[in-house]
């Protein structure tokens, strides 16, 4: 019992420090760069899909005024 939860603090320990003792992203600046630019895309991306799934993207159609869609 007491292995395993020395395991499990070793293990919780180094998952924190994770950016710390293993950067995520490259030393080189250019890479660096381009790794960033990636990241936020996909961030980006993920948000995009996210509004598709809930049909955020689409006008809503409970506005609260009525709206004359013909020629007036």
């Known amino acids: 019992m007491r292995k395993w939860l020395l395991t499990v603090v070793t293990i919780c320990s180094l998952a924190g420090n994770t950016g710390c003792l293993l950067p995520i992203y490259s030393v ?6 381009q790794q960033l630019i990636y990241t936020s895309e996909n961030l ?4 995009d ?3 598709r799934i809930w049909f955020l993207d689409q006008p809503s159609h ?7 869609g ?3």
Do not use: F, N
Request: overall charge neutral; glycine content about 4%; proline content about 9%.
């Open 70 to 72: 013909g020629i007036i």
């Open 44 to 47: 980006r991306a993920m948000l």
């Open 28 to 33: 080189d600046p250019a890479r660096r760069a």
């Open 49 to 51: 899909e996210w509004e």
């Open 62 to 68: 409970l506005t609260p005024h009525s709206v004359h």
